[in-house]
């Protein structure tokens, strides 16, 4: 009879904390890297609370006037006077050709009612965080922003790990003419500049949008986290526990994925963290130089392009808000990394 | 007591305790409460398992423990000519280390620096602490070289650790903790990564080097038989407790403690084969077992047996690129042939690189063999396409050297357990599978709490125990140990073999056991092949091997294997 028959399974199942669960007790250590994890995880609640609509659903509306101010420095003084010169100008211009608007009463019609729709929210002198040239709400497209930026980065991040690992794992297993191929790969990748890739693959791509833009980091950024798996794969496929899966009879890509992988996952989770905020912060490069996102999203890149303008005319709001919205979540996110590597790494202890 | 009659010995340790800070919540107690004296002009030996503190002491002495989590116990004392080595400020400290007490360490290989040369490096020592010139510091370290036993060292000088062999890197460690003559030498574990052949002559210099020189040398080593040779006095340490410490001569005629009894005892002898190796607990407990009474195993062929396996002229050649387009072959195993018999044990003995593991794996094709055949079941394994061959994949299984390395991390031991028999579809299903691997951790004397573990929360010998179970799921007929126990503490080197006998027993496999030790083979074998440079150089039954060595090389390993205390020698 075996012992298994004797003795339930939950009896003999004592608590057994496995890697994983003492690399999530060694960050549990570290004040920082929850401080840090506790950020990040606001940012990604943040992040699926705007996506799924909850949050500055209307960003795009224009809730405020041009550039309306902050609510804590009160309304702008010289507005009306933008809003008079602006009713001026709606007046008909016969007096200076003497040439009655053959259109005129159609317009008039249309002015009143548009100005029936609009007249009702009258729009508002000051904003949380204050309004941009359209007199949209800052504080809501820094949401908004965060959750394209965020979700840009995370996905071409995963994009980038994903090609990554699988290039680094058959390179580094199968060595000889696979790995000559992936070398070869990433020696192409690695040898145009940067940007000029970027526009290229852009140019192929040939349109804007978040899927690009994710598409473009996700097929440029692999090429650090293949050179990584591929040395942890060599050095780990000649392990002896690897030898003993040989043995045992596991197939390659049991070898390859079930044995080997879960022994490098902390370098590539670590890889992933990076480059989330890699990412994100070439995102706001791309969006920036106006490869990025469309007119019709907005990120912490597009506000950032939208600032430069702006802050000639001493609008500084958009900017702040796109800034330390970006600072604060990379900063978090790096510290947390940096936690997380020395969770997972218990040699560094 | 006072067990020595030196009346001013240069070293006194006085109730040493050192702890460990764990984590916020544990300390460890490495060592606890250890005193014994290192008389001058003496060899003292520090011998103990893995965990026993003996490290710890050393580094103690010298002022080398960690400073962020160990401390040092108020009432210790480490007086040395005098000075408590404890309260020193740590420029003194630095000053004494290397001039009056130095330190060889365990690994020669980890200890150089790779990127400097060998002179260069004893050089730099002799410019910081004696302050020699440039010119007077290479003739010095020439000077050092020849008196550490390295052949031409004009040419020595110059080479880097990478160009030095695995004795000569050993020697030029030596050279340098004798280079500013210090009254003190701790060597840790000096021979234990070296082959014994090389570590004889080493045992033999540091023995040489200790008359001439008149110092005294802290030898610290987890093998007792070592030491027998060239200490005067032991001190036997065990969990952080000083066991016992007594002249050489008594430790091994007349020990006292039961460990020191248990560690005498349970390493392999040439002069016996008990059927069982008597293990620890048989001499921690009242009365101890009578070593006399556990029954001789005989060991040895008839010719008549039933062969499992045989190998023919079986070679394996590696390449490395040369030039642009050659490549240079290296024969690390040159035509091997051997039967092996049902049930029995084939010893496979040879030093590093003389291509041991290599035939190990090429039999279980997990390197494919450059030419050559190995009959199993009347087939040729190594022509076999793939697929066939998995089918005789579980037949043949192996065992590696080390446990450590041998476990995948990332599984439990119930799933390490259960993949192979996943694999091979054994079992009729998982609940089926489950319970065969209780059974199987009940027969390596594992609890049934193991399932879950991970294999960090195992010892080694309970890490190899796992490793060994794994083989058994997939019952085979051929069981290949590389080194199954070299990376153990002798204690549970025991256990282990005699773990590795009673599945032998019971299950009727086969053994192919590699190890480069002569003791341990012949406890387990039956016959015993010797391989040198690829190549075998002598086969026989295993008693005739051992009283009869024919060929020169066996000759050579025989004698300079460490033959503990012999009376009348010291």
């Given amino acids: 009879m075996s012992r298994g028959a004797i003795l339930p399974a939950s009896a003999i199942r004592a608590e057994s904390p496995g890697l994983w669960m003492l690399a999530w007790r060694r960050l549990c250590r570290d004040r920082v890297g929850l401080t840090s994890l506790a950020a990040v995880a606001l940012y990604c609640a943040l992040m699926l609370a705007s996506g799924a609509g909850l949050l500055a659903g209307d960003w795009s509306k224009e809730a405020g006037v041009s550039y309306a101010p902050p609510a804590f420095m009160g309304p702008d003084a010289a507005f009306p006077a933008v809003e008079v010169a602006h009713d001026a100008a709606a007046q008909p211009f016969t007096e200076e050709t003497g040439i009655a608007d053959p259109l005129a009463e159609v317009l008039t019609g249309i002015r009143k009612e548009l100005a029936g729709a609009s007249e009702p929210d009258s729009r508002a002198t000051t904003l949380a965080f204050g309004g941009d040239k359209w007199g949209r709400d800052v504080l809501k497209k820094a949401v908004k922003g965060t959750e394209t930026s965020m979700l840009v980065g995370i996905v071409a991040a995963l994009l980038a790990v994903v090609l990554g690992t699988v290039f680094g794992a058959q390179a580094g297993y199968y060595g000889g003419r696979v790995d000559d191929f992936f070398n070869w790969l990433y020696s192409v990748f690695t040898s145009i500049p940067y940007l000029l890739l970027v526009l290229a693959i852009a140019a192929v791509l040939n349109q804007k949008g978040t899927l690009t833009v994710i598409l473009i980091l996700g097929l440029t950024g692999w090429t650090g986290i293949f050179r990584l798996v591929r040395a942890e794969y060599m050095k780990h496929k000649v392990r002896e526990y690897v030898l003993a899966a040989d043995a045992i009879g596991a197939s390659g890509a049991r070898r390859m994925f079930v044995h080997i992988f879960p022994n490098v996952s902390h370098v590539v989770l670590v890889q992933l963290s990076l480059h989330v905020v890699l990412f994100i912060k070439s995102e706001v490069i791309l969006s920036f130089l106006g490869f990025g996102v469309g007119v019709d999203t907005v990120s912490w890149g597009s506000m950032l392009n939208e600032a430069q303008t702006e802050l000639i005319l001493g609008k500084w709001w958009q900017l702040v808000a796109a800034t330390a919205a970006m600072a604060v979540l990379v900063t978090a996110f790096s510290l947390f990394t940096d936690a997380l590597r020395d969770a997972l790494d218990p040699q560094l202890k | 007591m006072k067990p020595y009659e030196d009346t001013a010995p240069l070293l006194c340790l006085r109730d040493l305790e050192v702890s460990f800070r764990i984590d916020a919540a544990t300390t460890l107690r490495a060592v606890k409460g250890a005193s014994f004296d290192i008389p001058s002009d003496s060899t003292v030996a520090l011998v103990g398992e893995s965990g026993s503190g003996k490290s710890v002491t050393a580094l103690a002495i010298l002022g080398l423990l960690p400073r962020e989590n160990a401390t040092v116990g108020a009432g210790s004392r480490i007086v040395y000519r005098g000075r408590n080595l404890l309260g020193m400020a740590p420029r003194e400290l630095r000053a004494l280390r290397g001039a009056g007490i130095s330190m060889i360490f365990q690994e020669p290989m980890s200890s150089l620096n790779p990127v400097f040369t060998a002179g260069f490096q004893i050089a730099e020592l002799l410019k910081q602490h004696l302050g020699l010139s440039a010119r007077q510091a290479r003739a010095r370290v020439l000077e050092l070289l020849r008196e550490v036993g390295i052949t031409e060292p004009e040419a020595r000088i110059d080479a880097y650790p990478f160009q030095l062999s695995g004795g000569q890197q050993q020697r030029v460690m030596i050279a340098m903790a004798i280079a500013c003559e210090p009254k003190l030498l701790i060597a840790d574990e000096p021979t234990t990564a070296l082959d014994v052949t090389v570590q004889q002559q080493i045992l033999e210099l540091i023995a040489g080097l200790q008359r001439k020189m008149r110092m005294s040398v802290l030898f610290i080593t987890h093998d007792l038989d070592v030491v027998g040779e060239i200490a005067d006095s032991v001190v036997v340490m065990r969990d952080g407790e000083v066991r016992e410490q007594g002249a050489t001569r008594q430790i091994f005629e007349a020990p006292r403690d039961g460990y020191t009894q248990a560690l005498l005892a349970c390493r392999p002898t040439l002069a016996r084969r008990p059927g069982r190796l008597p293990v620890i607990d048989d001499f921690m407990k009242q009365p101890p077992v009578d070593l006399s009474r556990i029954p001789e195993r005989r060991r040895g062929l008839h010719g008549d047996e039933e062969i499992v396996l045989e190998a023919r002229h079986l070679a394996k050649s590696f390449y490395s690129r040369e030039g642009l387009f050659g490549r240079k072959e290296f024969r690390a195993v040159k035509d091997v042939s051997f039967k092996l018999a049902r049930g029995r044990t084939l010893g496979l003995v040879g030093e590093s690189g003389s291509g041991k593991t290599t035939v190990g794996l090429t039999l279980m094709r997990l390197l494919d063999a450059s030419c050559g055949e190995v009959l199993f079941d009347g087939r040729d394994l190594m022509t076999m396409p793939p697929r066939e061959a998995m089918a005789y994949k579980r037949r043949i299984q192996i065992v590696f050297q080390n446990p450590y390395s041998s476990l995948n991390p990332r599984f439990t031991a119930g799933q390490i357990l259960m993949e ?115 190549e075998i150089v002598e086969i026989a039954g295993s008693d005739e091997i051992y009283s009869n060595p024919r060929h020169p090389y066996t000759r050579q390993l025989l004698s300079s294997m460490p033959r503990g205390w012999r009376p009348g020698a010291g």
């Avoid at chain 2, 089926?432 to 059974?439: F, G, P, Q, T």
């Avoid at chain 2, 085979?476 to 006998?501: K, Y």
């Fill in chain 2, 420 to 534: 192979p028999m996943q694999i091979h579809s054994i079992g009729g299903g998982e609940e089926e599978r489950r319970d065969a691997v209780y059974e199987l951790l009940e027969k390596v004397g594992l609890p049934a709490t193991s399932f879950y573990r991970y294999p960090h929360e195992f010892s080694g010998g309970q890490r190899q125990r796992i490793a060994i179970a794994r083989c058994l799921t997939m019952q085979p007929d051929v069981l290949i140990c590389d080194e199954p126990v070299s990376a153990l503490d002798v204690s549970i080197q025991a256990q282990l073999l005699n773990l590795l006998q009673d599945l032998q027993d019971e299950y009727g496999m086969s053994y192919v056991f590699i190890s480069h030790d002569l003791a341990v083979v012949r406890h387990m074998a039956d016959q015993v092949m010797v391989m040198k440079d690829g």
